[in-house]
């Protein structure tokens, strides 16, 4: 579990995060290179940095955070002093991007996605409006946005943008870079014919290695754009299509053999599949997004964890990136919210003091989501409660728990802290 937060630490954090928080985030201890082969090298920085080398010069794969891409450069830098001709970025989160000025050269050329443009666009868009949202997720004191950037403020660091393939050789060794959508609408993946090695960038990271794996954040809750489960599964079949030797990803440890490449990605594209079929089939049957989210589990026989990413989330995911925000329900399309009447209903309660009661009752007949939403209602009618906000805390604590998922733990912690802070400032 420690790997995988670790690990988990450095993945699609980067949306909002500013170079301060990255630094703050944690490192291993007297990191090594990881040798791949003669030519390929890997700094395993939680966020992982490749050198590729060549007799007329070097390419880069990504370049990790700010904290931790000195350390790559350093390292990757002593075992090759080549030219660097080109920096690759498999996507354009932060935790990928942050080390492009300690590689680049006069003459590197910068290759991404085209959609690399709009999501760091995306990312400084909304910065003040993701900055709370990470730091709640990770357990970091919240940081000052700066002054909005625009809508078009982001720099833009790649000079060789493509669509769909872009291939170059260099020293001989020729380089394919493929359009792989998944985690991010500019995901690519690199493909080395002469070393049947593919750089997945985050499609698969192997949380939970070597096994269980777990489940993928098809929807994170720092807030995504709908990310598109058919393109992931389409982007993985390409990689698998290549048939390679070895898969090296922006998080995780390099697998290799064929074999078990293959038996992993499957498992990974199949659990997917599944979970967007079936949204699709409940969709289609006319069952609200709620109800699935209840309903669907993945088989036993996938033999995944949910600590990274939770199978409901990525159900809602699903549902609403089909079909946006309306329920079909006419009261969802005005204005004011159902807990707009909730002090009403707690009037006519007599008071908090029964839907307290209620909501502790809940939580030990263990319906702590139930008691959650009882303490909703009565901090809607006063939000100073001081019976509710205690409820609300032994029910937060609970949830805490029993969670196996890091990214829940991170928003439990919030809402743990933010509840005390109440109880405290009376
Ligand atoms: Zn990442």
Redesign the pocket.
Known sequence: MSRIISFAL???I?VGMTAQAQQDQPQQDQPKVVKINDSIYMAPLG?NVYLVTTPTGNVVIDTGTSGVAPVARKLLGDESHGPVKYIILT?G?A??IAGISLWKEAGTQIIAQRNYVELVNYVARLEGFFAPRNAAAFNRPPQEAGPWAGNYGAKIDPTILFDETYEFRLGGVQFQLFSTPGETPDHLTVWIPKYKTAFI??NYNGFGEPEPMSFPNIYALRGTKPRWALDWIRSIDKVLSLKPEVLLS??GEPITGNAEITRRLTRFRNAVQYVHDEVVKGMNSGKDVFTLMQEIKLPASFDMTESFGKVSWSVRGIYDGYAGWFDMNPSSMYELPASSVYPDLVRLAGGPEPLVRLAQERLEAGKPVDALHLTDVVLAYDPKNNAALGARLRTLEYLREHSENYLEVGYLDYGIKATKDKLASK
């Open positions: 450095f993945l699609c980067s966020a996507h989160h935790d990928h960038g985050d922006g998080h």
